[in-house]
């Protein structure tokens, strides 16, 4: 049988209602085993505790024991199953108490049509489905939270190349930890391990970061490539290769290499971390401070820091909403204007121009992982029998 199939038992003392259920469901369409049939609670009892069983459809009325004693059963062995009761008609008070219970899925009043219990099957299977998906969720956070802690310490270490490793295995099971099914759950959680290592790249000393401007520009095509992954192993490739660029600017033995910058350029890489923020800031205004002709600053930038004035601003200012936006309590427009944007619409352009997002869609995936952090059938119609 395979392996995902849900797993149904049957109990009921009708033989030829047991046969007709197990012997006219389309149970493989419907992504289900053929059920076990037992003919009496006790029996079912039995089986439910040692056997797993996913969906459990029981007739009220039983011999040796009843419904409502095997319910009973059920909820003091807290046995986790989906249950649908079968009933007549004329057991209207068993039904009052079998929907008292809180254990039943859906009560069935019999007969029922073929068509109609294999909607009633369809949606459970899907509602079985659902509370998977969020018990997973819930067991995937503590272990991505280790899985956290492990990468950034390596990283913390300059070990890189370790942490990448690390990351690799657990998100593909050889650690324990299987690759999310939700590409963007995935996406998310990568998202915030690169923000914490962009993070680490700003904290550098600004002499070593001088002579390679390129940096910020390398830290926000990251997070672009990240944000253009379409499969999950796409998503881990793109992941690489945007932190294998960010190296540079975190491990000591690629530092060496730090280009010499001229004077005037040092300086206006001072004079921008001192007023990028301030929205009247531009390349006119600094070159007039630096009494040196705009134009000639504006190549003799471009040509050094290998990137434009204007671009080099908008990513600084980028970078730190980024930071901002992390602080649930700043609101979207006081960040733009906080990070030197007089227009919030405007700001909303250049940061989705520089990483393939919205503020707001960014704010999201920060608000999903924040927590990391602080340790993600078309039933053919018939003309069978009703059961």
Avoid at 321 to 337: F, G, I, P, W
Wanted: hydrophobic share 40%; with cysteine; charged share 30%.
């Amino acid at each position: 049988m395979e392996k995902n199939r849900l797993r149904v038992l049957l109990a009921d003392d009708e033989r030829l209602a047991r046969e007709t259920m197990r012997d006219y469901l389309p149970w493989e369409k419907m992504g289900m085993e053929d059920p076990v049939c037992v003919e009496n609670g006790e029996l079912a009892l039995d089986y439910l505790c040692t056997h797993p069983v996913d969906i459990f459809i029981m007739d009220i009325r039983m011999p040796v024991m009843d419904g409502m004693k095997l319910l009973e059963e059920i909820g003091r062995r807290n046995l986790e199953i989906l249950i649908i009761v079968l009933s007549a008609y004329d057991q209207f008070e068993y039904a009052r108490k079998a929907i008292q219970s809180r254990r039943v899925f859906e009560y069935v009043l019999k007969p029922i049509k073929r068509k109609d219990f294999c909607r009633i099957l369809e949606k459970a299977a899907s509602e079985i489905t659902r509370t998977r998906g969020m018990r997973r969720e819930e067991d995937l956070a503590p272990r991505l939270n280790r899985l956290y802690q492990e990468y950034m310490a390596c990283v913390r270490h300059y070990q890189t190349d370790d942490a990448l490793a690390l990351l690799k295995a657990g998100l593909e099971g050889e650690a324990g930890l299987e690759i999310p099914e939700n590409l963007e759950m995935l996406r998310q959680f990568l998202v915030f391990l690169y923000t914490e290592m962009q993070l680490m790249v700003l904290q550098q000393p600004s002499a070593v970061l001088a002579g390679r401007g390129a940096h910020e520009k390398a830290c926000m095509d990251g997070l672009r490539l990240i944000g253009s992954s379409t499969a999950s192993g796409n998503l881990l490739e793109h992941f690489t290769q945007a932190v294998r660029a960010l190296v540079p600017y975190l491990e000591p033995g690629s530092r060496e290499n730090v280009s010499k910058t001229s004077a005037v350029i040092r300086h206006c890489l001072e004079e921008i971390q001192k007023h990028y923020t301030e929205r009247d800031f531009s390349l006119y205004r600094l070159a007039e401070g630096m009494q040196i002709n705009a134009n000639y600053l504006s190549s003799q930038f471009k040509r050094e820091m290998e990137t434009g004035f204007v671009e080099y601003i908008s990513i600084l200012r980028v970078r730190l909403a980024q930071q901002l936006l992390k602080d649930m309590r700043y609101r979207t427009n006081e960040v733009a204007s906080l990070v030197g944007f007089d227009n919030p619409k405007y700001f909303s352009r250049v940061f989705k121009k520089m990483t393939g997002i919205l503020p707001s869609e960014y704010r999201s995936r920060i608000r999903e992982y924040a927590n990391i952090g602080n340790g993600a059938a078309d039933q053919k119609e018939c003309k069978e029998p009703d059961f």
